[in-house]
């Protein structure tokens, strides 16, 4: 069975799609198979893997989704590429709990011999990532270390809380990744362990810095593992992949 893990914040920009792509990139060269499947209308993870979004979202296209799976450059990592057409995402929002249902059913039984399914979400807590969060397992929620951050945090966790309560009982929140960190900055320090405090071993421990080399990646096609693999964001995101290893 894959493990099906929802990369959710309603906040814009915080390395949602970023760490989607790493650690399923980081997954797949630990031996792995990692499925990166978008639902962000922006299809940010599918252009960000060098794959070209889909004219109808896979999800609605009406084929086998196995199908549909596209594969990277490098091996054992796949995406099911997202659509950027206004009327698949609405379609997609439809109905939310048939859809979240859906969803689970599609995942489990046509891509479950993937280990790893990584669900893309937008920023907003809609209903294309309440439908996530209902197929889910888990929750990763990237945040960026900066003011505000606790904010979006707690509207998130709550969404996950009555997702839990209301509709889907093994949701859990798997981790909490602290991105963009710039450890000269004072404010970040603060923020990191507020964070950390509040949440303690939710939190993974690595700290993913602000590096320029994570931000270039996507512009080639490529994770950041394969882009630079000797930057400081690569060899973050490899250590984050042994934290999402030791809590498998
Ligand atoms: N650690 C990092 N260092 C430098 N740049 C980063 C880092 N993480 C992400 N970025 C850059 O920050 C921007 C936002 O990241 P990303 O697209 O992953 O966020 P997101 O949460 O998916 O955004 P959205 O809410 O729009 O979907 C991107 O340009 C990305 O390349
Ligand atoms: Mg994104």
């Not at 989704?65 to 590429?81: F, M």
């Not at 249902?101 to 920023?123: G, K, V, W």
């Amino acid at each position: 069975m894959a493990r099906i893990i929802s990369v959710a914040n309603q906040k814009g920009g915080v390395g949602k799609t970023t760490s989607a792509i790493n650690i399923a990139a980081g997954l797949a060269k630990s031996g792995r198979s990692a499925l990166v499947v978008d639902i962000d209308p922006q299809c940010n993870a599918t252009s960000g893997l060098g794959v070209e979004p889909a004219q109808r979202h896979p999800l609605l296209a009406g084929k086998a989704l196995a199908e549909s799976v596209v594969e990277t450059s490098q091996p054992r990592l796949c995406v099911l590429p997202g659509s950027q057409s206004l009327a698949d995402a609405d379609a997609l929002s439809a109905s939310n709990r048939q859809r979240a249902s859906t969803l689970r059913q599609q995942l489990a039984s046509e891509l479950s011999h993937f280990h790893y399914i990584f669900l893309d979400c937008p920023p907003s807590i809609g209903q294309l990532t309440r439908a996530a969060l209902g197929a889910s397992g888990e929750i990763y929620i990237p945040i960026q270390c900066e003011y505000f951050a606790m904010e979006g945090l707690s509207q998130i966790i709550e969404l996950a809380r009555q997702t839990k309560a209301r509709e889907n009982h093994r949701l859990e929140i798997g981790g909490i990744v602290l991105t963009m960190y710039d450890s000269s900055l004072e404010l970040a320090n603060e923020v990191a362990s507020e964070v950390r405090q509040y949440f303690d071993e939710t939190v993974f421990e690595t700290l993913i810095p602000r590096d320029v080399s994570i931000s270039e990646a996507p512009s080639h096609g490529l994770s950041v593992l394969d882009y630079a693999p000797r930057a400081r964001g690569a060899r973050a995101y490899t250590e984050l992949v042994m934290e999402v290893i030791d809590r498998e």
